[in-house]
């Protein structure tokens, strides 16, 4: 079990380049680990008899072609009595090795995508989750089987110890139990992407979420304990032998150790993103984070660092900074914040946070019970009366950061100038956009800068590229239309509005100038100005209830290049996204829903558009699938454009994760949408996904798409849907 004691710093092991992304406990020799790192690499660790207390490399692991993701052991057998370590990495293999050997025992082949998670069972067995949205099974070194039912990655896995029962969590935030290769139940609960899986027993296991809450299940289907402790991404768990308490961590920068349902200490560290953690046999705790570098930790007096390694590693905390942002901090206001006196009174309970004001700094502390004192965690940068200093020229201009980017190995390295108020997914596709760079390093760089700025960016990121536009009906696009039919509703409607929200005259007149202005984008109208634009936004946050025809002014408006920079280009383009998906909630309004999915399709008409809705592909495509759900044809006229909008986009990208979830969407929304021209528009979508491209094409063999699909190649009224089925059919084959 969790010692009663409080854990400290054992050691640090500076052991890789880059982020840390796997441990695992070895079954030998004693006491020993394996890493695993986006360096690459593997490294087996073992303990060593120093006076440091530390860790020894044994050797290094090498195979893998780019990032490795995960690892895990797989138990001993008659061939290999001391276990082998399996990998899994960026490059879609597994590797295996024995605990001795840097190269390769054999090498699994089979993923379309980044192996992310892998976990082993009875007999050899290796249970494998990737980015493609399956799972796979492997014995022998061959796959056995694979799982198909999720929508999007599978981020984790886990054998149960009862035979043939495996579990899978996924970025469509629900975990499935697989026995015999069929999936038999779906859990339901988190809120955003399930990160970790952990088995308690026969019949209970714990899971982490993007959400911040673990969650404790019973294999039957409930949901008998929530966890709430961490302010952000929970990416890992790992149980103690008592099979009751256990640790996480997460982009909250925390180790969390949790004893009897409770979290009892919160160990903060000198980096962003903890990304990993594994208990060892003496109860000692590994953790691997973004800075490259393992920290163990112990509850044994005997094994705690030496008093200069307990200051160095404070001293490291108390220099790092926090983004409120990213955290519990919440809006700093300068004003209101206390000085250093009110670190003399003691903190409520372990891991308590208090800000305090130092002169023109904000500076951040941690109350420890163990030691009865406050730590200082960090200097707080980005609160709302603080500026982050830009120090850094480049090209005549200030940065808050240059880097220095090394994409092709030997080749020459480049620049990338970085603000922290930039979102990190555009700045990275402009960068590889400027540098004539494949759009499959996208990913990459924009991890990249958000680990190396400490910065929180919600949902994947998806290559940029040219596509079609939904085209609004031909009766609002008759040149000279006019303004009457918008702006007489809303001032209809802004009659009987609350008076908080009443519209001024002025209001309305900028808003029915900004509609001549967009009604014809080549025309020699005046381009709609800032603050017409800046109007406009503000008028769609109307109560739901009445703010229809705002909305349908902006789907219109956002054809034109100028609202279309303005209101998708970078920080204000995630606030337009975060807006029109609320208004998409399965729950709201059908007119809203239609027009919020219309204003989604126009932004694909300009450049700052596109760029921001690959950004936000995930998200975006995860609640458009919920409303195929909702009986109303113009609903799903709309959702099909948007898929076909993002397969036109997509077309050309070699990116198998995002052609896996528009497909999914589309094979989804087939189920239940019966409108003709809904469907010619999924079929295009479906077509245009596969086209030119044989990895697609299997993917949607394997999700069945043939035999959902065959009932529309007869379809004669409209003929377009026959001859589009019929051609989608003939390019499965």
């Not at 409930?222 to 890992?236: A, F, G, L, M, R």
């Not at 891991?351 to 009865?372: F, N, P």
């Not at 940068?381 to 092709?408: A, L, P, R």
């Not at 603050?531 to 054809?559: C, G, T, Y």
Request: glycine share 8%; charged share 20%; proline share 5%.
């Amino acid at each position: 079990m969790a010692s009663s004691n409080s854990y400290k710093l054992r050691c640090s092991i500076p052991g890789h380049e880059m982020d840390v992304r796997g441990l695992a406990s070895a079954l030998f020799p004693d006491g020993a680990f394996v890493s695993v790192s986006r360096d690459r690499t593997g490294r087996v660790w073992l303990p060593n008899s120093s006076p440091d207390k530390g860790f020894t490399e044994v050797h290094s692991l090498s195979g893998h072609s780019n990032f490795v993701s995960c690892v895990c052991i797989i138990g001993p057998s008659e061939t290999y009595p001391r276990g082998l370590i399996a990998t899994g990495g960026n490059d879609n293999n597994i590797c295996v090795f024995t605990l001795d050997q840097s190269q390769p025992l054999f090498t699994l082949t089979g993923h379309k995508s980044t192996v992310c998670t892998l976990s082993s069972g009875k007999f050899g067995t290796l249970l494998s989750g990737s980015w493609d949205t399956t799972a796979k099974v492997w014995l022998n070194e061959k796959c056995m089987m694979t799982l198909q039912g999720h929508s999007a990655a599978v981020w984790a896995v886990v054998i149960l110890p009862e035979q043939g029962l495996m579990l899978s969590g996924s970025a469509d935030k629900t975990i499935k139990l697989w026995k015999a290769g069929r999936c038999e139940k779906t859990f339901e609960g988190h809120e955003d992407c399930v990160r970790g899986l952990a088995v308690i027993s026969n019949t209970e296991f714990f899971s982490c979420s993007n959400d911040t809450t673990i969650r404790r299940w019973l294999v039957t289907g409930e949901c008998v304990q929530v966890y709430s402790s961490h302010t952000n991404y929970i990416y890992s768990l790992a149980v103690f032998p008592n099979s009751q308490d256990f640790v996480s961590t997460g982009e909250d920068r925390t180790l969390r150790i949790w004893r009897q349902g409770e979290c009892s200490q919160t160990i903060r560290l000198p980096a962003q993103s903890v990304w990993c953690c594994c208990i060892l046999p003496n109860g000692d705790i590994a953790v691997g984070s973004s800075d490259g570098i393992i920290r163990v930790f112990t509850p044994d007096e005997d094994r705690i660092a030496s008093a200069e390694d307990l200051q160095a590693f404070e001293d490291d905390l108390s220099k790092t900074t926090i983004d409120p942002k990213t955290g519990d901090l919440g809006d700093i206001k300068m004003e209101d914040l206390p000085g250093r006196e009110h670190l003399n009174e003691p903190g409520n309970r372990d891991g308590q946070t208090r800000l305090i004001k130092d002169g023109e700094k904000v500076e951040a502390y941690q109350w420890s019970v163990s030691d009865g004192r406050w730590m200082k965690i960090g200097d707080v940068v980005g609160g709302s009366n603080q500026q982050t200093s830009k120090n850094v020229m480049y090209e005549g201009k200030e940065y808050d950061y240059v880097f220095t980017i090394d994409v092709n190995e030997g080749g020459p390295s480049m620049k990338l100038p970085y603000n922290v108020s930039e979102d990190p997914w555009l700045t990275a596709h402009n960068f590889l956009q400027k540098n004539d760079l494949s759009a499959m390093f996208l990913d990459q760089v924009a991890n990249f800068i958000i680990e190396n700025t400490k910065g929180h960016v919600v949902g994947p990121a998806l290559p940029a590229g040219g596509g079609a536009r939904y085209i609004p009906g031909a009766s609002d696009e008759r040149p000279g239309f006019g303004a009457d039919p918008f702006t007489a509703k809303i001032k209809e409607l802004n009659g009987d509005a609350p008076q908080e929200h009443r519209l001024s005259d002025e209001v309305l007149e900028s808003l029915e100038r900004l509609l001549v202005s967009v009604s014809e984008p080549n025309s020699s109208n005046s381009p709609p100005t800032i603050q017409e634009i800046n109007l406009l936004w503000k008028a769609s946050h109307w109560p739901e209830d009445i703010v229809f025809p705002v909305l349908d002014i902006m789907r219109l408006a956002v054809r034109h290049p100028q609202v279309n920079e303005s209101l998708c280009g970078e920080s204000e383009g995630v606030q337009l996204c975060n807006h029109l998906l609320s208004l998409m909630r399965p729950e709201g309004r059908p007119a809203n829903q239609m027009l919020a999915l219309r204003t989604l399709c126009n932004c694909f008409g300009g450049r700052h558009g596109r760029a921001l809705l690959l950004a936000q592909r995930e998200t975006v495509l995860l609640r458009a699938a919920d409303l195929a759900n909702v009986c109303n044809k113009n609903i799903h006229i709309a959702l099909a454009t948007l898929v076909l909008n993002y397969a036109g986009c997509l077309h050309s990208q070699p990116d198998l994760e995002a052609k896996a979830q528009c497909l999914s969407v589309a094979s989804r929304a087939l189920e239940t949408v019966q409108d003709k021209e809904a469907v010619f528009r999924l079929l295009v979508a479906l077509g245009t996904t596969v086209a030119s491209d044989q990895t697609a094409r299997d993917l949607a063999r394997s999700l069945g798409v043939n035999s959902q699909i065959s009932k529309y190649s007869s379809v004669s009224d409209p003929a377009k849907v026959a001859e589009c089925c019929q051609l989608v059919l003939k390019e499965l084959q």
